[in-house]
């Protein structure tokens, strides 16, 4: 741990132009809030204190910085507004005899790395300066304050665009909201910042200026890629960042070993697990805590949330969400997994199948037009295609059992709860209210009765019943 470092995250801000009832830094990047990227590479710097200032929403934004970085220290921002504000409350939470070194982070500079930032401190404590900015080059600088430099290059001043001359507004270089501070210099100009300006605001970029007034070493360092200091201030950007950190992600897991054919319409969050020798096929989105082992292939067109795809497994436009698909197993096309589904080792979900709370052992099969919930199947079984089981009763649902090596008929339903003992069938079109014994025969089919000349009767000058005329003729009377 650096006992020499403390960090300020800025979790305050209400985010108004993302025009949402959910608070701007919550909005989901890449399967985690937008802060909680801040908080994980604050996190990696393994510095002896992180604080996170919060204001607008403040319970549900504490909630998430506590969740993410458990020990995190959250500071509540007062009336009074402004950077200023926040990094002179969340410094009085620190301890008195802290004499490192303070970064502050904006909560919504979510691309902006640990190996980034540790650069800049290295920087910053090699130079000896009492405060360092990162900035950045923008083609288009339009709306960000641009850094001044005297005529040797060295960091002079941080002007606002509102501020600047047209000179000035040519400037390329812009302040990215990143600093450095030595602790103490930073405790005694943050005692001289006021709120007499137009925003009636405490503004942090003041204490970079008093700080260069008063002699101090102050330092500008640019980052090699703008976009690693870009904010989310609008859904636009939001939009735009989940690109940029998606193509890093996807490009990540090719170059450890995976198979992605179109990187373009592949989406991977970042916790999801994928090992060597997997293949992504176009169309796929991998959510959450999802894990898929070596040999398995996903896509195309398929989702999957907080799941499990085992060795060697196929997986093909399926959605599924909290399931376990075990190796070698057959998933698709068209399959619906729900919460709960646990498919075993070389088991097959087929085609237009419907799973929910559903364990479905080594070897078996489910493979067409079928729903099966609340239900435990065992080994080397298959259900018949077009089969149901009807779990719910209308008021709690129930659970069904269907042995090992059980054969069930097309069509049949499954009235829960209902026992199927190993080794028994069921015959096409068979209602299960009762349980079958291991190696019985499951029928309830009534006889199938033919009514000649039905059709002649009651549907008289149909197409059908032309058809049925001309058959009748050509094979002789039919008795009524």
């Known amino acids: 741990m650096d006992q020499q470092l403390a960090i300020i995250v800025l979790a305050a801000g209400q985010g108004t132009r ?3 009832a959910t608070p701007k830094l919550l909005h989901p990047l890449a399967g985690s809030p937008i802060v909680s990227h801040v908080l994980r590479t604050a996190q990696a710097l393994d ?9 607008h929403e403040r319970d549900r934004v504490a909630a998430e910085v506590e969740a993410t970085l458990p020990g995190c220290v959250v500071v509540d921002q007062d009336e009074i507004p402004g950077t200023g504000r926040a990094v002179e ?14 970064l502050v982070l904006n909560g919504d500079v979510p691309l902006l790395d640990a190996g980034t930032l540790a650069a800049f401190l290295e920087q910053h404590r090699g130079h000896a300066a009492q405060a360092s900015v990162l900035s950045a080059v923008y083609d288009d600088p339009s709306g960000y304050g641009r850094i001044v430099r005297d005529e040797r290059g060295a960091f002079h001043r941080i002007v606002e665009q509102k501020d600047a001359t047209d000179d000035e507004r040519g400037i390329a270089e812009i302040n990215a909201g990143i600093y450095a501070f030595g602790a103490g210099a930073l405790r005694d100009q943050l005692a001289n910042l006021t709120t007499d300006n137009a925003q009636g605001e405490k503004y942090l970029t003041d204490v970079i200026q008093h700080l260069r007034e008063a002699g101090s070493e102050v330092e500008a360092v640019p980052v090699v890629q703008p976009w690693l200091v870009a904010g989310i201030n609008d859904r636009a950007q939001l939009s735009e960042t989940a690109a940029r ?28 697990k994928i090992e060597p020798d997997v293949t992504i096929r176009p169309g796929t989105q991998l959510k959450g805590a999802t894990v898929i082992a070596t040999g398995a292939v996903v896509g195309p067109d398929t989702t999957l949330v907080d799941s499990e795809v085992g060795a060697n497994a196929e997986v093909k436009r399926t959605d599924a969400t909290l399931s376990v698909i075990g190796a070698g197993a057959s998933v698709g096309p ?19 199948v419907e799973t929910k709370n559903a364990r479905i052992g080594t070897g078996s099969k489910v493979p067409h037009l079928t729903y099966v919930g609340d239900a435990t199947i065992g080994e080397d079984s298959n259900i018949g295609a077009g089969s149901i ?10 659970h069904s059992d269907v042995g090992s090596h059980v054969k069930t008929g097309a069509h049949g339903v499954f009235v829960a709860p209902v026992r199927i003992g190993d080794g028994a069938y069921t015959g096409a079109g068979t209602v299960v209210r009762h349980d079958i014994p291991a190696g019985a025969l499951g029928v309830n089919v ?6 000649e000349g039905w059709v002649r009767k009651h549907r008289s000058g149909t197409a059908a019943a032309q058809a049925a005329e001309v058959a009748e003729a050509a094979s002789g009377p039919v008795e009524d």
Do not use: C
């Open 18 to 20: 993302m025009k949402s």
């Open 47 to 55: 510095a002896a204190h992180v604080i996170a200032v919060v204001r």
């Open 89 to 102: 409350q969340a410094l009085a939470a620190l301890p008195a005899d802290f004499k490192g070194e303070v």
């Open 245 to 272: 950190l998606n193509a890093l992600i996807v490009r990540g897991w090719q170059l450890n070993g995976v198979t992605i054919e179109d990187p373009a319409t592949t989406w991977i969050d970042l916790d999801v």
């Open 334 to 352: 068209f399959a619906f997994l729900r919460p709960g589904t646990v498919l075993g080792a070389d088991g097959k979900i087929g085609t237009f």
């Open 389 to 398: 089981f009807a779990n719910y009763d209308g008021v709690r649902k129930h």
């Open 446 to 451: 009534a006889p199938q009765r033919n009514i």
